[in-house]
């Protein structure tokens, strides 16, 4: 049921604009304005059945909702950038009335960003505040593990990044933002998480008997600087790239350990309906302890910091919001 209301919410999200954006044909261009709205939605689905089926493998039903949207202001020296980016995929492999098999996880994400500038006696330069969050729609777990640990939740983990800087947009596609003065606030708003110390903040203290002193913290503060790169722009005919790398240095703590955060979104139109997308996400984050083999013999043994990698190729409906 709670799968169902998430991607009926995405769903939802995407007739909506739908509907908002369609016009008779014959109604007039609107005048040019300030503003530049667009984005792209698309609905992604596979399925597989086998029955007795000699080749080997199993039945499989996967699924993928994607909405990325933008809103960009420019207006006597000033600029107003703002995104919306979501994702949630899940997939079924094997049947469902077999004992064990659920549904998992394959995407889930949600990202706001909004970015107010001011123009500078410099050509190109801005003066600029950013504020970034950043999380996910629903629990995840591990399942590579019997039964399923959870390992993450709604705002478990969230991410708000606010910071001050420069802007430089060298052109409409792409730009540099430094913000040498950044606020990074992680979020587990889940109170076992918070115990395991999991995203970095503070873990629970217990005594010899394991009983919990004192709880985990669920909040953890960091300033440091950020540099955030972006880069948007139709490529080829009907296929548009958007790619994001965000690099936050906590001034405080590690200061040599960089946190990167990298998107990609390849948009690929097929025709006026039908669309096919690629979407790649990269992190590296030295808070974010993740269970190794360290001796090498199958065996995790310890945890320690990784790069986290997740790819996600699709096609299926999609429909392209412009002004």
């Known amino acids: 049921m709670k799968h169902g209301l998430i991607m009926g919410a995405l769903l939802a999200t995407v007739s909506l604009l739908n509907a908002q954006d369609a016009a008779p044909e014959e109604a007039p261009e609107a005048a040019e304005g300030p503003w530049k709205k667009g984005g792209v939605g698309s609905l992604n689905f596979s ?27 420019a207006e006597n020296n000033w600029t107003w950038d703002n995104s919306f980016d979501a994702a949630y995929g899940q997939t079924l492999i094997g049947e469902l009335s077999t004992p064990g098999n659920v549904f998992q996880k394959t995407d889930d994400r949600v990202e706001i960003t909004s970015k107010l500038g001011r123009k500078t006696p410099l050509n190109n330069i801005f003066w600029a505040t950013m504020a970034t969050f950043r999380t996910q729609w629903d629990a995840g777990y591990d399942c590579g593990s019997t039964p399923f640990p959870l390992i993450s939740d709604p705002f478990a983990p969230a991410y708000v ?32 998480l918070a115990n395991a110390g999991a995203f970095g903040v503070t873990a629970a203290e217990y005594d010899a008997a394991g009983n919990i002193i004192t709880e985990g913290e669920m909040v953890r503060f960091e300033i440091g600087g950020l540099l955030k790169l972006q880069y948007t722009k139709e490529i080829l005919e009907n296929v548009q790239l958007t790619t994001r790398a965000d690099f936050f240095a906590n001034y405080l703590e590690n200061v040599g350990n960089i946190d990167v955060n990298w998107e990609t979104l390849i948009a690929m139109k097929i025709n006026k309906y039908l669309t096919a997308s690629l979407t790649t996400h990269l992190i590296y984050d ?17 945890f320690g910091p990784r790069i986290q990698f997740k790819e996600v190729f699709g096609l299926g409906l999609s429909h392209q919001f412009n002004q």
């Open 47 to 73: 399925q597989t059945y086998l029955s007795n089926w000699q080749g080997g493998g199993q039945s499989a039903i996967n699924g993928t909702v994607l909405l990325s949207l933008y809103a960009n202001y």
């Open 161 to 192: 990044l606010i910071g001050t800087g420069i802007d430089y947009e060298p052109s409409e596609a792409f730009s540099i933002d430094l913000s040498p003065i950044t606020s990074k606030i992680t979020i587990v708003d889940n109170q076992r």
């Open 286 to 302: 030295d808070d974010i302890k993740v269970a190794v083999d360290r001796s090498g013999d199958g065996v995790d043994d310890g």
